[in-house]
């Protein structure tokens, strides 16, 4: 099999180095098309051999394309490589936004899948939700999970509209987690704590909650009770968020980011 992966900045290197180091293919079989100099050059130094500037015939040949360039960029770049994508060839892109229905009109192939992963696949640890067009077979929808499978664990939807909602909670999801540690660590500095014990208090914190919340099968609120005492410190804390009214805030955020990908997508 051989596939290549267009664009290679943080989830297209992420793709290239999980499927490698999963075996679930050849290093020389896996081809990349990257149009900024540095990062050609980049992967050409960690062993690379198949790195390309420009699309050319070496298209033709790839079982599999990935899409791993912003929404953005595809306008640039579709006109270039139409001309070598055939008409059964399959193209998986992780692009936010963008639907089935628009990259089967601006690419010659019908065969499109379409997913949402995110950074945590960096390190085996990703979520990704994904969809299919019809024209794609079973038998091929199973080989591309098994790739994406490489980068953590992933969701099938029939139904394509769920993955604006995917990008929304699980695709910018590790940005919304970073923020809410952040807005922690800061404060046990200004309590007083060094940045690096404030980081150790803060890190060590979510990694023992969210351990917790996978060995056990007990919900969140059900976990926030076993914490909060009665008349205590959480409670204090949590009576001041619902004050703040923060879940709606969140909400909202989630509501900002789901928009925002049907707007990537139009
Ligand atoms: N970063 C994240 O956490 C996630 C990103 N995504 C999606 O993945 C896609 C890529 O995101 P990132 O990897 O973060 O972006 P990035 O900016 O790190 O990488 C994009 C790469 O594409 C290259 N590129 C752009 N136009 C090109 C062209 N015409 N020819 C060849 N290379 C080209 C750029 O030079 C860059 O290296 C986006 O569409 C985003 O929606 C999806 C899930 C999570
Ligand atoms: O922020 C973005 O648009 C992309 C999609 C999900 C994560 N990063």
């Known amino acids: ?7 290679g900045g943080n989830m297209g290197k992420t793709y290239a180095d999980s499927f490698l180091a999963n ?49 953005q960029d595809t306008q640039a770049l579709f006109p270039k490589i139409s ?43 990703g979520m990704t939700g994904f969809t299919s067009a019809e024209e794609v077979s079973k038998e091929e929808v199973f080989n591309i999970q098994n790739l994406l499978n490489t980068t953590g664990k992933s969701l099938y939807f ?49 990694m023992g909650a969210v351990h917790l919340l996978n060995i056990h099968n007990i919900s969140c609120k059900e976990w926030i009770a076993r914490v909060a005492s009665k008349g205590g410190t959480t409670e204090a804390a949590l009576v001041q968020f619902a004050n703040l009214k923060l879940s709606n805030a969140i909400q909202e955020g989630l509501k900002a980011a789901k928009q925002r990908a049907t707007e990537l997508g139009k």
Do not use: C, W
Request: a negative charge.
């Open 83 to 125: 001309p070598y994508i055939q008409e059964g060839q399959t193209v998986l892109s992780i692009m936010a936004g963008v639907r089935i229905e628009t990259l089967k009109k601006e690419l010659p192939t019908k065969k499109i899948v379409r997913a949402m992963p995110n950074l945590p696949a960096q390190i085996g640890m």
């Open 23 to 71: 075996h679930a293919i050849q290093k020389d079989d896996l081809y990349i098309l990257e149009h900024f100099e540095e990062k050609v050059n980049y992967f050409k130094s960690i062993g690379f051999k198949n790195v390309f500037f420009q699309p050319d015939e070496y298209i033709k040949a790839m079982d599999l394309i990935i899409l791993a360039i912003k929404p």
């Open 1 to 7: 099999m051989k596939i290549l992966i267009i664009g």
């Open 158 to 206: 029939d139904d394509e509209s769920k993955l604006d909602a995917v990008t929304a909670i699980s695709g910018s999801g590790p940005a919304y987690v970073f923020y809410f540690m952040d807005a922690m660590i800061e404060t046990a500095m200004q309590m007083g704590f060094t940045k690096v014990q404030a980081e150790l208090l803060v890190e060590q914190t979510f």
